[in-house]
Each structure stands twice: as structure tokens, then as C-alpha cells.
């Protein structure tokens, strides 16, 4: 297997259908699978899998029973993945599982041994100012170049993933892994990503001011933890 795709999808019944038929466009390579984690979903998730996931090749589920962070649904998916390259995408079909075929083109040039992100456009101009004040404020606590951390998808190899230690379980897992591929010194590649409007439903985190307020000082809080070096 040479890619699998992770997935976390939490209470996305709605968006389902969609992102399996996106998802035809990256599985008909045959040495790609797309793992969808039903991260506890309390929805018709389950059902609709088990409806769905037989009418597509190369797609399968992982049951995560109870939602214990968006992180966590992540890590439950890489660890059950066959991939020589490893990658996560959002479920919200803001960007597309597809542009993973993009990054796995810069694998194809330049060897495994690399770190490659999305990097998103179209967004609305607050949630950039948003990215770009994370970014700086990263940037100069972690003395690391750190931009558009949340931006997907996520890529790498199977052989950086086994160094992790101690990933976090929520939100903060793309900084994590963002930090640990600079830390590594992997060459980081970054390609632009489309960022649409949610096809169905709402984020999760980002509903108003007051969520983003509890995203900025629960990452605030693992960025220190990062700056110390120590086991999260």
C-alpha cells in the first residue's frame, strides 16, 4: 500500500454520501485507501457507512465509540493504516480529498522523506487575520517558521509518523506534527488548497469568537507544553 487517506468524521451523516464520491476519484489508484473514522459519532454515521462503504473500492471504516477529541479520531486512523505515506483531511468537504493526489505528486518528485500541507484560499478575511495572528504568535514562541498550521491536507511517511510521541488528542495535532516535521528538519513543501463553504452542517469549533477564544487558549497551553520539551 502505498497511501491511505485518514478521515475523522464526527455526527457528518449528511456529508457522507458526497465525500465518498469524492473520495472514488482518489481510490482508483489501487494502492490508495481512505480510512473514514467514525470518531463516536451520535448521528446516522454509523448506518450510513455500513449502507454506503460496500459500493466503494478502497474505502473503509474505523469506529472510534466515544468522541475523545478530533486528534484522537486521527490518531486512531493513522494507526490503523497500511500506507508508505500517511495523510488526513477534513470530513466537511471544505477542501476536497482529491488534492491529496497533488501532494502525493511532490512524494513522487522528491522521495518520502519530506513533510507536504495544503495552503488555503477563498477563505473569509477574518478567519485569515485569525490563521495569520496563530501563525506569528507560533512562529516566534516555538522559534519555528509556522504558517496556516490547520490548513489540509496533512502528508508524510509512514517512518516520521512512528517517531511521534506523546500527539496530542485534539485540535492541536496539526501544530504537532507541522512542529515535528521542522524540528526533523524535513523539507516542507506547501501547495494551494481551494477552502470552500461547508457542504452540510456546522464546524465544530469554529461557531463564533467565544469557540475560537477556547481554541486559542487550549493550543496556547500545548504550545508551551511543546517550548518545554516535555511529555504532553
Avoid at 141 to 157: R, V
Wanted: proline share 6%.
Amino acid at each position: 500500500m502505498k497511501f491511505s487517506l485518514v478521515i475523522p468524521c464526527y455526527n457528518e451523516a449528511a456529508n457522507l454520501p458526497l465525500l465518498l464520491e469524492r473520495c472514488k476519484g482518489v481510490t482508483r489508484h489501487p494502492d490508495i485507501e481512505v480510512i473514514l473514522v467514525d470518531n463516536g459519532s451520535t448521528d446516522d454515521s454509523p448506518q450510513v457507512l455500513h449502507s454506503l462503504l460496500p459500493q466503494y473500492a478502497g474505502c473503509r471504516s474505523v469506529r472510534v465509540e466515544k468522541n475523545q477529541g478530533y486528534g484522537f479520531g486521527i490518531l486512531a486512523g493513522l494507526r490503523a493504516a497500511k500506507g508508505e505515506i500517511l495523510g488526513w483531511t477534513h470530513a466537511d468537504m471544505q477542501t476536497d480529498p482529491q488534492d491529496t493526489l497533488r501532494g502525493l505528486d511532490i512524494f513522487e518528485k522528491h522521495g518520502p522523506d519530506i513533510f507536504v500541507k495544503g495552503q488555503r484560499y477563498g477563505r473569509p478575511l477574518a478567519d485569515v487575520v485569525f490563521t495569520m495572528g496563530m501563525s506569528v504568535f507560533e512562529t516566534m514562541l516555538l522559534g519555528k517558521p509556522l504558517w496556516d498550521i490547520n490548513a489540509q491536507p496533512t502528508m508524510f511517511s509512514q517512518a516520521f509518523f512512528e517517531t511521534w510521541q506523546y500527539p496530542p488528542d485534539d485540535f492541536s495535532l496539526d501544530l504537532y506534527a507541522y512542529y515535528q516535521a521542522r524540528c526533523k528538519k524535513l523539507k516542507i513543501f506547501r501547495f494551494p488548497v481551494k477552502f470552500g463553504e461547508r457542504a452540510h452542517g456546522v464546524s465544530h469549533w469554529n461557531v463564533n469568537w467565544a469557540a475560537k477564544r477556547k481554541f486559542i487558549r487550549r493550543t496556547v497551553d500545548f504550545s508551551f507544553t511543546l517550548k518545554k520539551g516535555i511529555k504532553a
